[in-house]
């Protein structure tokens, strides 16, 4: 079996091979880039290497890229737990061409290490290209002998890349793993495609044009490939699993969380388990790249994974806090590839187990407003957004956390009278503005700050303090 840290030493000891310089992965704060929220793939710490704008000493590159999908254009937190194939953190493995080789060399390289390195069988596999893009499709149909139905034109934006309204862009090739017909979902570009059985496990960008305005594109003079396979995915394929939850790494994570909090792994409180996995994860990695829970910006948008998964923790009849306990079992896991997590083990620590400790109690009397609530409701009907409002402001209950709870009931929040009473809230803070409770906050982080020392606070490779203050 190839576990998931074999399967990225193999991925990258492949690439090193064929000319590849590795580069590790960058923080998951962008450094870049103030307009993306975290590093949501391989290439965000390249994008100035594509433009030209940065040199690098090589123009071949390959990386394990940790990212995370919880927020912004990319937000996957929704799909966790219900997908078998979603993470908010999980690694992206990616080969990278800076204007040398292009799609006659891309193509090849990723066939024959997922087929002869991997040992996949092609007839698993079917693949797409750009409606337009003959010459990727002519390669792939003579590499391959694939039949014109596996090797499926797409028209749609899945299938074209761009990095924004100007700036490089070109068509994109996806692999997919068919995982039988056991599992519901059609063949990539039907219209059940958005299924769990056709898995797509690679993408192939070939940034082929420039996109100088809206109306004018050009050809790039040295086109260049950026690619991104979810290492999860490939594990579950090569671990013989559908699911990316029951590979080895995560198995290892669902099983401490089902020991320390006494429950049944695969029982009635599979989907918690899997959530509580995830979020650990992301958590732990957002905390050692800089970032803490906060009330705005990326550290909401940790708040809120952290408050998720306890409430997870809560329905496993957890009485203690149970985050903190699982970072042993990941950094065993995971800390050898990612030094930083034993770096900031003890920030991870105590911050999980401060957060969850605070929240613990309102958590707890929130949930039991939020049943008396839905008890009195008619079956469908929306959640009042005045009490989703006030799970908010007084309970600490981030929105996501309230659709959580209510999407186990098929019900959602009434979102004009939730947005009616944020309105009406902040129109009265500015008002009334005279310094808010946050400093209280602020002070307990710092102090944690003092206790475990900047050093190991700040993470690594963090140039300045810009995810603490977040
Ligand atoms: P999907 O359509 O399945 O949501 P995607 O098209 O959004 O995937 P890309 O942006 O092309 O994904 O990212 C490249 C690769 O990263 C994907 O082919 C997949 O293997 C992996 N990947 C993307 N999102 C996730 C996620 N949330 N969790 C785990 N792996 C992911
Ligand atoms: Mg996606
Ligand atoms: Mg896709
Ligand atoms: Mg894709």
Request: charged content about 25%; proline content about 7%; hydrophobic content about 30%.
């Given at each position: 079996m190839h576990t998931a840290n074999e399967i990225r030493r193999v991925f990258l000891d492949y690439f090193r091979k064929e000319g590849h310089e590795i580069v590790p992965s960058s923080p998951l704060?962008?450094?870049?880039?103030?307009?993306?929220?975290?590093?949501?793939?391989?290439m965000v710490q390249f994008k100035n290497v594509f433009t030209g704008q940065e040199p690098r000493p090589y123009v071949r590159a390959s990386t394990a890229q940790k990212c995370v999908r919880?927020?912004?254009?990319?937000?996957?937190l929704e799909n966790v737990g219900h997908t078998a194939r979603h993470h908010t953190f999980f690694e992206m493995l990616g080969n990278f061409s800076f204007g040398d080789y292009f799609k006659e060399r891309a193509i090849p390289l990723a066939w024959n290490l997922i087929t002869?390195?991997?040992?996949?069988?092609?007839?698993?596999l079917t693949v797409t290209v750009f409606s337009e893009d003959d010459e990727a499709f002519g390669i792939w149909k003579k590499l391959?002998?694939?039949?014109d139905s596996r090797i499926i034109r797409i028209s749609t934006s899945d299938n074209f890349w761009s990095?924004?309204?100007?700036g490089p862009c070109g068509p994109c090739s996806e692999i997919f793993y068919d995982h039988g017909d056991k599992i519901f979902g059609g063949p990539p570009?039907?219209?059940?495609?958005?299924?769990?059985?056709?898995?797509?496990?690679w993408n192939l960008v070939f940034m082929?044009?420039?996109?100088?305005?809206?109306?004018e594109r050009v050809n790039l003079p040295k086109p260049s490939i950026d690619t991104g396979m979810g290492l999860e995915r490939l594990a579950a394929v090569l671990q013989g699993k559908?699911?990316?939850?029951?590979i080895d790494l995560f198995r290892k994570l669902i099983e401490a969380s089902a020991e320390i909090s006494r429950t049944?792994?695969?029982?009635?409180h599979k989907v918690s388990h899997r959530v509580i996995a995830d979020h650990l994860r992301a958590s732990s990695f957002l905390i050692a790249d800089g970032v803490l829970p906060s009330n705005e910006g990326r550290g909401y948008v940790l708040r809120r994974i952290m408050r998720r998964a306890m409430r997870h923790a809560h329905l496993l009849g957890c009485k203690d806090p149970l985050m903190w306990q699982l970072v042993p079992a990941l950094v065993l896991e995971m800390g050898q590839a990612y030094p930083e997590l034993q770096r900031a083990q003890a920030v991870i620590t105590e911050t999980l187990k401060l957060e969850e400790e605070r929240f613990k109690v309102t958590l707890e009397r929130g949930l039991k407003l939020l049943d008396e609530e839905t008890a009195k409701m008619q079956p469908g009907a929306k959640l009042n957004g005045e009490v989703a409002f006030k799970l908010y402001d007084?309970?600490?209950?981030?929105l996501d956390l309230t659709a959580d709870v209510l999407r186990g009931q098929k019900r959602e929040v009434n979102m004009p009278e939730f947005d009616a009473a944020m309105e009406r809230q902040r129109a009265t803070a500015r008002a009334a503005?005279?310094?808010?409770?946050?400093a209280a906050t602020e002070t307990i982080w710092f102090d944690i700050k003092q206790k475990v020392g900047a050093s190991e606070f700040l993470g690594?490779?963090?140039?300045?303090?810009q995810g603490i203050v977040t």
């Open positions: 704060v962008p450094r870049n880039d103030p307009t993306l929220m975290f590093v949501n793939s391989g919880a927020g912004g254009k990319h937000n996957d002869k390195e991997f040992g996949l069988s092609p007839d698993k391959t002998g694939f039949p990095m924004g309204d100007t570009g039907s219209a059940d495609a958005d299924g769990d059985r056709f898995v797509e496990i082929q044009f420039e996109q100088v305005t809206k109306t559908h699911d990316n939850f029951d049944d792994p695969d029982g009635v007084t309970f600490g209950f981030p503005w005279a310094g808010s409770g946050e690594y490779e963090t140039e300045s303090a």
